[in-house]
C-alpha cells in the first residue's frame, strides 16, 4: 500500500548534511547592558549576544575608538529584542 502522509520538504536547517541549528538560550538584559557599560569598547555585550562576526573587529579598533561603542547603546534594546526572539 502506498503511504500518503504529507512530509515537509527540507529546510536550510533540517537539509540532509547540515545539522540543525543550535537553540539560542535567552540573554538577560541586565547582563546585556553592564557590558556594555564597563567593557563596550571591547564589545563584549557583543559576545554575549553571539555576534561574533562584529565583535571581533570592534575588539581589535577597541569600538572604532569608542564611537561604535556608543551607537550601539542606541540599537542595544533592539539587539537584545532580536537575541531572545531567535531573530537575525
Not at 536547517?13 to 567593557?39: D, E, M, V, Y
Not at 563584549?44 to 556608543?70: E, F, I, K, N, Q
Amino acid at each position: 500500500m502506498h503511504d500518503t502522509r504529507c512530509v515537509p520538504a527540507p529546510t536550510a536547517a533540517t537539509a540532509p548534511g547540515r545539522a540543525p541549528r543550535p537553540q539560542r538560550s535567552p540573554k538577560s538584559p541586565t547582563t546585556a547592558w553592564l557590558l556594555w557599560i564597563f567593557l563596550g569598547v571591547f564589545g563584549a555585550h557583543r559576545c554575549y549576544l553571539g555576534d561574533w562576526r562584529t565583535a571581533v573587529p570592534m575588539t581589535l579598533t577597541l569600538g572604532l575608538l569608542g564611537v561604535w561603542s556608543l551607537a550601539d547603546g542606541v540599537v542595544l534594546g533592539r539587539r537584545l529584542d532580536r537575541s531572545t526572539t531567535g531573530r537575525r
